[in-house]
């Protein structure tokens, strides 16, 4: 069974930092694409990045671009979003998926069961 | 604003038939990029309805199916059932954004 557990979650001042983990298992994680998403409190769903098989390529929405570094480490099955300069704005629950399909084209599946976080002073 | 326009909700009796409309634009759904569906129960993560356009993953039952026409696409649920209420996202890919885009959201109630 494919399994996706996100972690690192947490109370955040603005402007600060804080990195997001999510550990695969069940799958060949080295040979998928894989997604960040969030959802703000009561809000829909935010494509947030996603990352190539073998990490080469990258994509962010404009909103975390430049902020936000997705990233990851396939010896160990895992996906990171190192999040920078924290706003408000970015309080939400934070899901990693699998990506599948092509460039462009592709849906996720399955999802993690998220990690909250909040930024407040 | 979402980029997709879903209304925000929709109802119907149990067995009924209940549609949701994705509407996009030529540079998204218009242009040929694949339309999917994900379905949000109440305090759980989403997951994975219909993907490309009609498909659907493996142990979706056959009550639900998806279309795509011209700049939009629909999610259909025949025979409604109870469990079925939750919240329903299309998601496609905006080029002009570089980014995937998610509808707003459509809330399914059984009345």
């Known amino acids: 069974e494919v399994q996706l557990v996100e972690s690192g979650g947490g109370l955040v001042q603005p402007g600060g930092s804080l990195r997001l983990s999510c550990a695969a298992s069940g799958i060949s994680f080295s040979t998928y694409w894989m997604s960040w998403f969030r959802q703000a409190p009561g809000k829909g769903l935010e494509w947030v990045a996603n990352i190539k098989e073998d990490g080469s390529e990258k994509f962010y929405v404009d909103s975390v671009r430049g902020r936000f570094t997705i990233s990851r480490d396939n010896a160990k099955n895992s996906l990171f979003l190192q999040m920078n300069s924290l706003r408000a704005e970015d309080t939400a629950v934070y899901y990693c998926?699998?990506?599948?399909?092509?460039?462009?084209?592709?849906?996720?599946?399955?999802w993690g069961q998220g990690t909250l976080v909040t930024v407040s002073s | 604003q979402s980029v997709l326009t879903q209304p925000p909700s929709v109802s119907g009796a149990p067995g009924q038939r209940v549609t949701i409309s994705c509407t996009g634009s030529s540079s998204n759904i218009g242009a040929g990029y694949n339309v999917h569906w994900y379905q949000q129960l109440p305090g759980t993560a989403p997951k994975l309805l219909i993907y490309d356009n009609t498909n659907r993953p493996s142990g979706v039952p056959d009550r639900f199916s998806g279309s795509k026409s011209g700049t939009s696409a629909s999610l259909a649920i025949t025979g409604l059932q109870a469990e079925d209420e939750a919240d329903y996202y299309c998601q496609c890919y905006e080029p002009s954004l570089s980014a995937y885009i998610f509808g707003g959201g459509t809330e399914v109630s059984v009345l």
């Open positions: 998926a699998r990506d599948l399909g092509s460039r462009r084209q592709q849906h996720s599946d399955p």
